[in-house]
């Protein structure tokens, strides 16, 4: 152990320790951190559901917010659509469909 101590003392004084945070996968079955290795051994192509999902305007219902998400199980639970104030929001219309649309202008 002493020996042990003694080389991290060495790392440490050449500054190769520091202290930090960072998300590790974790294994609930083995209650241990997984390897790089390990997680990757069984890499697959999936197809992740999303869906967009539109939101009427309280003061103009012809107008609606568009909201895509990956996570459809939640919206049951979704009580309000955000907005970023510092964005910038357009009033669109779809020419197929006649619905008129408010999306941020940097996802036109």
């Known amino acids: 152990m002493e020996s042990s ?7 440490y004084e050449k ?14 079955g083995c209650n241990t951190v997984l390897s790089n290795f390990e997680t990757h051994l069984n890499d697959k192509e999936v197809d992740d559901p999303a869906i967009f999902v539109t939101f009427p305007l309280l003061a103009e219902p012809d107008f609606k917010f568009v909201a895509w998400t990956t996570t459809p199980w939640t919206l049951p639970s979704n009580l309000a659509l ?27």
């Open 15 to 28: 500054g190769l320790v520091y202290r930090g945070c960072r998300v590790m996968p974790y294994s609930n």
């Open 82 to 108: 955000c907005v970023n104030p510092d964005f910038e929001y357009l009033k669109i219309l779809d020419n197929k469909t006649n619905e008129k649309y408010i999306i941020a202008s940097c996802r036109l």
């Open 5 to 11: 101590w003694a080389v991290f003392k060495k790392i």
